[in-house]
């Protein structure tokens, strides 16, 4: 996850496609119940940030979220219908549970994963990995020919997600985030190559 971002004013901002509704039907996880991607807007910001702060041990603040927002950046929602005996989420009216949420940035010719959240309750059931393959998706379709992420060096899950979907190490960023009692972790920087076939990526 990318340090918190500040506003971006800059002119592609208003120019980004927003992520549209879409039913996604989707092999394995979600097989038992039908998903969505939604975008995620300004109502949403409550319930993302509970599993914002369930997630992370320094997590985003809710001003955080709503700065991506502002800023014009992709920011989707992974939501999908309860199963039986399963409630909706906290603050959700539709009825369904949030799953996961992402949050991307995109450059001239390459897409920043700023943000990819699982929320507890549902992980390791394969949705980031789903999120991970429409990220992919979008982004070449917007002509993108990599992705870029940061990762705290000691984020064993996530590493082992990016690494398992093919992103490759090409730095590490000293002292990036801000770890508790005045101590700071590295990030390290993961780019995964769009124009490789499947998932498998090349440093550039
Ligand atoms: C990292 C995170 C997004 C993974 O989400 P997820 O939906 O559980 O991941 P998936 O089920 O798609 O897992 C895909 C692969 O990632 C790896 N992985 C995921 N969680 C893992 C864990 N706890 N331990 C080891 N490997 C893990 C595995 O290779 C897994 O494949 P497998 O289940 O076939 O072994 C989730 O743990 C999360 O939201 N963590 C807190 C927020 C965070 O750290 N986000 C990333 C910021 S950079």
Redesign the pocket.
């Known amino acids: ?1 990318a340090q918190s971002p500040e506003p971006d004013t800059t002119p592609h901002a208003s120019r980004v496609p927003v992520w549209t509704p879409a039913d996604w039907p989707c092999a394995d996880a979600a097989a038992a119940r039908r998903i969505a991607f939604v975008p995620m807007a300004e109502a949403d910001l409550d319930a993302v940030h509970a599993v914002e702060k369930l ?2 041990t320094h997590p985003w603040t809710r001003k955080h979220l709503a700065d991506s927002l502002t800023s014009g950046y992709p920011a989707v929602m992974l939501l999908g219908e309860t199963l039986p005996g399963e409630a909706a989420s906290p603050g959700r009216t539709d009825g369904r549970v949030l799953l ?1 949420y992402l949050v991307a940035m995109p450059g001239v010719d390459e897409v920043h994963l700023l ?4 929320a507890p309750a ?9 999120m991970l393959d429409a990220l992919v998706l979008w982004s070449r379709g917007q002509g993108a020919q990599w992705l870029w ?1 940061e ?2 060096q000691g ?4 590493r ?2 990016y690494e ?1 979907y093919g992103f490759v190490q090409v730095g590490l960023r000293r002292g990036y985030y801000p770890a508790g009692s005045f101590q700071r972790e590295d990030a390290v920087v993961m780019s995964l190559s769009l124009a490789a076939r499947g998932h498998g990526g090349e440093a550039p």
Do not use: D
């Open positions: 996850m997630a992370y996961g943000n990819i959240t699982v549902h992980q390791r059931q394969g949705w980031a990995r789903f992420l990762v705290r984020n064993v899950p996530a082992a997600l398992s």
